[in-house]
């Protein structure tokens, strides 16, 4: 009996060929081809097989043919919706690895979408109309900017962790201190990273103290080199003790070695945000022979790894097989080469590469920005939400200066009839989505990190969000 009632459901879903049909679908076809939208359909109808012998009821309406279409729509959609979408970052941490780090200039992006657009020149000599070095676009500006000797960028600063590792050390000694044997976050270790560099890893001292005795004592016949990271997402406080790159290259002499300074984040603007961040140039001034930094953290510009230090040491580099998989391409070229060349002027580069200029926005600045999107969230949310401004601290984030805390003006939320985090899941789904945080059950928009041109989106999402399912 159950059976027949089961087949008797089973027969009313139509074919896929009966499916396509449906208006909804040709309109699909016709946009995404047959393909997807027929291997959509046969999805969708396996999926509703499988609920109906289930033996849960399934409501008749549910098996109408626009219904089902509507159910294959969003199956194609979400193959050819591109996954990688803006979002409005309004947490407050102005270099958020989770949504993309930088933000990269009006130049940059114009750069980029010049050389994208047409051949170029990334690796043509045009005095000489011969074979050119893509190395050559980049080298100049780079070293004009720190007074490094010579440079090299290539995909992100792991990879020029890795390179430097791999060209230097591979097979060979590494004299580390164990308070630098860090994580990044996503995996990133310093200790893997040697490990598969084929260094071989020689940790000093303790994690709270490492003295220079620790790494004179650490050094043998197979050192290669002496290693300084930055700790860039944490801090010893308290009973601490850490050698600086200075000290290690007295050292590095006295025995022959090199000196390499991960510096992680690679601040090259002066900021009061920044004071306490060590900078490209007091590294150089350390004498390290090998610095890396990130092109995409506090620099502001696109993911690279940029490596400056003595002209040899980089050529090495440059020349060694792995460099040619780790290379970037003329996309990041273009967009650092613009970055950079914003540096030239400094007052410019706090003005136009927006990580410089929400890291130095004074809270005064912000209080104006919070006030207008707390009148325009008032306006369109009425009594659906209860919104107050506030002071709040934002934070530098990509694993820069952990402890520090930028005054910032935040709009805090509450809402009536819904909780707060599902007012933040649903702000997740709107177009674009927006991502606050949740403090003190209030959602938080911290307007340090909402672009100017996205307060309005702001609003609108918000909106969107608690408007939803009462249509
Ligand atoms: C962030 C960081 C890295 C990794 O840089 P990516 O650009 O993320 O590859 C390496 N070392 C230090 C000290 C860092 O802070």
């Known amino acids: 009996m159950a ?23 040709v309109a699909e076809i016709e946009r995404h081809g047959h393909r997807l939208v027929a291997d959509s359909s046969r999805k969708v109808l396996e999926k509703m097989r499988r609920r109906i012998k289930s033996g849960v009821p399934v409501p008749s309406a549910d098996l109408e043919p626009a219904r089902l279409a509507a159910l294959v729509k969003e199956e194609a959609t979400g193959v050819y919706k591109p996954t990688l979408q803006p979002l409005i970052n309004a947490t407050g941490v102005v270099v958020h690895t989770n949504l993309g ?22 690796e043509y000599n045009l005095t000489a109309g011969s074979r050119g070095s893509r190395h050559d676009h980049i080298t100049g500006i780079i070293t004009a900017l720190t007074g490094a000797e010579n440079a090299l960028v290539v995909n992100n600063n792991a990879a020029a962790v890795l390179l430097a590792l791999t060209t230097f050390a ?29 260094a071989r890893l020689v940790e000093v001292g303790t994690t709270n103290k490492t003295r220079l005795a620790d790494y004179e004592k650490g050094i043998s016949a197979s050192t290669s080199m002496l290693l300084h990271v930055h700790s860039s997402n944490y801090k010893v406080v308290g009973f ?3 050698v600086a790159v200075r000290e290690l290259v007295k050292l590095g002499r006295k025995h022959n070695l090199m000196v390499m300074d991960d510096l992680g984040s690679g601040a090259l603007a002066d900021l009061p945000a920044l004071a306490d961040e060590p900078s490209v140039f007091e590294s150089l001034a350390s004498g390290a022979n090998i610095i890396t ?68 926005g004074p809270a ?6 919070a006030e207008q999107l707390a009148a325009g969230l008032k306006e369109a949310l009425g009594a659906a939400a209860s919104t107050s401004l506030q002071q ?15 005054d910032s003006w935040v709009c805090a939320l509450s809402p009536a009839s819904i909780s707060v985090d599902e007012l933040a899941a649903r702000l997740r789904k709107t177009t674009p989505p927006v991502i606050g945080r949740i403090h003190g059950g209030r959602l938080l928009l911290d307007v340090r990190t909402i672009l100017p041109e996205q307060l309005n989106e702001t609003v609108i999402a918000l909106k969107q969000a608690l408007n939803q399912g009462q249509a």
């Open 240 to 242: 601490t003790a850490g």
């Open 101 to 122: 780090r930088s933000v990269l200039a009006a130049e940059a992006i114009k750069a980029v979408d010049e050389v994208a657009a047409s051949y170029s020149n990334l």
């Open 170 to 198: 591979g097979g060979r000694e590494v004299v580390v201190s164990r308070g630098e044997l860090i994580e990044i976050g996503g995996s990133f270790r310093i200790p893997d990273i040697m490990a598969a560099s084929g």
């Open 293 to 360: 930094f990130s092109g995409d953290k506090l620099l502001g510009g696109p993911q690279a790894g940029i490596v400056i230090g003595d002209s040899e040491a980089v050529d090495l580099m440059k020349a060694h097989p792995m460099a040619r998989a780790l290379r970037v391409d003329k996309m990041t070229l273009a967009a650092l080469q613009a970055t950079l060349a914003l540096y030239l002027k400094p007052d410019e580069a706090v003005a136009r590469i927006p990580t410089l200029r929400m890291l130095s």
């Open 3 to 25: 059976d027949n009632k089961l087949s008797g459901t089973l027969r009313r879903l139509p074919s896929v060929e009966v499916l396509l049909q449906e208006p909804a679908l």
């Open 364 to 369: 005064a600045d912000l209080k104006p920005r």
């Open 392 to 406: 709040a601290a934002s934070r530098v984030g990509g694993g820069a200066l952990p402890l520090l805390e930028l």
